[in-house]
């Protein structure tokens, strides 16, 4: 197994093989607490327009998501797994639409993709259990913010994949101060925004909290996520 390591979304189109699009903070934290809670399939879209469409063609659907980090307005809830966790079993078989600035766009751009993966600390195990499943070559796509790509977060856990499937050790210690100590993470601890708490960065950083991987397939034009043990 070949493990290549990408960053943004400018690379996003030459990730190959099985890909991890990687967005710790804070899309598919999310995307894993809202399967925790029941939901039963996500959506994702690039933007807030393709997610009010499909809400129109079913009401039952919420939207979650954020544009530059901030909620959007007519959405359900902003991306913030702290709130999605807050609903308990509200959203038990419900089906999600997910559109963020990170995350889903690397997944829309990912074409060369065998198959996709939503890569986070919370389903760090069960993701490279499929991994290694599918036997292919794996891209671990680091998305970063979404203006420069940076985001040492999502370089940390894809340092945590990295070592895994090499069967190499890693300290988990050292990796999880790296991201504790990225932007965005310290965006978390800033009193002047209402956009990000300090309780979506905690969980963000909770290595295997769920033993379900979070595969993405093409169906019926749609790009669908589940949650697969």
Do not use: H
């Amino acid at each position: 197994m070949r493990i290549a390591r990408l960053s943004g979304l400018v690379a996003a189109p030459s990730a190959t093989g099985s890909v991890v699009v990687i967005d710790v903070l804070r899309a598919f934290t999310t995307a894993a607490f809202a399967f925790a809670g029941g939901v039963r399939e996500i959506v994702l879209v690039e933007t807030a327009e393709e997610a009010f469409a499909l809400r129109a063609r079913d009401p039952e659907r919420r939207l979650v998501g954020e544009v530059q980090g901030r909620p959007i307005a007519g959405f359900d809830f902003g991306n913030s797994p702290e709130a999605i966790e807050a609903q308990g079993t509200r959203l038990v078989g419900r089906t999600l639409v997910l559109r963020s600035s990170s995350g889903t766009q690397g997944v829309a751009r990912a074409v060369r993709a065998a198959r996709t993966y939503l890569g986070s600390f919370a389903v760090a195990a069960a993701t490279v259990r499929a991994l290694e499943r599918d036997g292919a070559d794996v891209s671990l796509l680091a998305m970063g913010w979404a203006g420069d790509g940076i985001g040492e977060e999502d370089d940390a856990c894809g340092d945590l994949l990295e070592a895994r499937l090499s069967g190499r050790p890693i300290d988990l210690a050292a990796c999880l101060a790296k991201a504790r100590a990225s932007r965005a993470a310290q965006n978390g601890f800033d009193p002047t925004l209402d956009w990000i708490t300090p309780g979506d960065v905690e969980r963000a950083l909770q290595v295997d909290r769920f033993d379900f991987a979070m595969p993405v397939r093409r169906e019926r034009g749609l790009l669908i996520a589940r949650a697969e043990r």
